[in-house]
Each structure stands twice: as structure tokens, then as C-alpha cells.
């Protein structure tokens, strides 16, 4: 298994860190990546994935949730991080995207950012880590309009509709912990997207999957997933492990 989205570099993970990088491993998890938020996030990704390099990979961007007044400042620091020479090492442009959830005061903004962080993405040939909430037509009208674009929609929950709409424009859906949940109808929606279409993530530390739902999460965790992913398809669960494996490989190049 890899974990298309962990957030390992947060300071819930800091205690005990190898242990729990070799918990992950004996749990089968081959490779894991990881996302950044902010330029704050910048530091503490690079320092954790430098430390297990070759199991953890970064990804650099910002969350639309950190877009303020001063963002296109930030960005400027963020773009000279990426096209530094430390900037060889990321594998992704995300966590990035539109979130309209709890404040639109920054709508146009997040657009904005959005933009132009895709524009590094086409640049630099890297795929993108996408996070959509509250915002699906606004998010997929700007992902239509550049061509070359590849990525995944982080955390999917949407609709068989939407789902269709995301493949159709050759990205894939990041599925995590909120397929085992007792009301979710994701289940439901994946019979007609194929499952080369599909990698898994725990957005971790948030998101664990059932019957671990309200703990920390881990990327090892993922196996509950996998398991719901086999009743959905009809197959075993060694070739959902397989199928998405060599899906996150071939999408992020690792």
C-alpha cells in the first residue's frame, strides 16, 4: 500500500517517530506521501522526509484555507522553494485547492492561488494534490480550463456524477477512512469509475477509518480501506493493494 496524503510532519508524530515509521512498514505500507499546507509546513516536510528518505516523499503547497491578504507574497517564497535546488526533491504541487466551508472571505483569492500554483505544476511536470470543499464547480471549472494537468482529488466523497467528471478529466480520486463510515455513500458511487482511477490516503493524522474512527490516524490503517475497496469491486483485496499501488506509482513517479 502507499499513502497518497499524510500529514507525518505534524507534532502529533514527533514522539516515537521511528517506531512508528517501522509500525507502518510491518503493517504493509510500502511508501508515504506528504503534503504541505503553508509556507510554515515547508520546514518540518523536508526535515521528516529527508530523515526517511526513500519511504517519505514531500509535496509542497498551500492549503486554501492559508490564503490571506499576504498570499501572493507567499507564494513568491513558496515558488522560490520550489525552484530551488532543494526543490528537485518534491513530487507534487498540494495540499492546493478551494475550500469554502467555514469562510468565503478569501474566495477569489483561493482562486487566484490556485491558478498559479497549477501553473508550477505544468512547469515543473508534477502531478497535484487537490483538496475541494464546498467548492466542486468552482474547483473543477478551473482544473478544465489548463490542458496537461494530472493529479488527485484528495480525500474524495462526492458524487458517482462528480466522480465520473474528475476521471474524465484523466485525474484520479484519493480514497481514505470516510469509506468505512456507517453514512457514507462513496461506496455507492464507485462501481462505475475504474479502479485505475483510484490510490488511497489517510490524510492522517485526521480521517482514521473504521473501527479505529476518532484516534490518531495511521497510514497502515489503510487496510480497512482496501478491504471495503475489494466488497466494492468484487476482488481481493491483494489486487486492490496491487491495482493501487501501481496507480500512485505511475501518477507521482516514485
Known amino acids: 500500500m502507499i499513502d497518497t496524503h499524510c500529514h507525518i510532519d505534524d507534532p502529533q508524530y514527533a514522539d516515537g517517530l521511528d517506531a512508528f ?67 528537485a526533491d518534491y513530487i507534487a504541487i498540494g495540499e492546493i485547492g478551494l475550500d469554502y466551508h467555514f469562510d468565503t472571505t478569501f474566495k477569489q483569492q483561493q482562486q487566484a492561488a490556485l491558478r498559479r500554483q497549477i501553473s508550477w505544476a505544468i512547469d515543473k511536470d508534477l502531478p497535484l494534490m487537490i483538496h475541494s470543499r464546498d467548492a466542486t464547480e468552482d474547483c473543477l471549472n478551473i482544473l478544465s480550463k489548463t490542458s496537461g494537468i494530472r493529479g488527485v482529488m484528495h480525500c474524495f466523497s462526492g458524487s458517482r456524477e462528480i466522480a465520473e467528471r474528475i ?39 485526521y480521517m482514521a477509518p473504521v473501527p479505529n474512527r476518532g484516534k490518531r490516524n495511521e497510514s497502515r490503517w489503510m487496510s480497512y480501506v482496501v478491504q471495503k475497496l475489494a466488497d466494492v469491486y468484487g476482488c481481493s483485496e491483494e489486487e486492490i493493494d496491487r491495482q493501487t499501488t501501481e496507480n500512485a506509482k505511475r501518477l507521482f513517479n516514485i
Open 167 to 205: 476521471v474524465k478529466m484523466g485525474l484520479y480520486l484519493g480514497i481514505g477512512g470516510v469509506i468505512t463510515f456507517k453514512n457514507c455513500k462513496l461506496a455507492e458511487h464507485l462501481g462505475s469509475i475504474s479502479l485505475e482511477r483510484i490510490v488511497l490516503e489517510t490524510d492522517a493524522p
Open 21 to 87: 515509521i517501522a509500525e507502518q512498514k510491518a503493517g504493509g505500507v510500502e511508501k508515504i506521501l506528504v503534503p504541505g499546507v503553508n509556507e510554515a509546513s515547508i520546514e518540518p516536510v523536508r526535515e521528516v522526509c529527508n530523515r526517511f528518505r526513500g519511504y517519505l516523499y514531500p509535496a509542497i503547497g498551500l492549503h486554501p484555507e492559508e490564503v490571506k491578504e499576504d498570499y501572493k507574497e507567499v507564494l513568491d517564497r513558496m515558488e522560490d522553494e520550489l525552484y530551488s535546488k532543494a526543490g
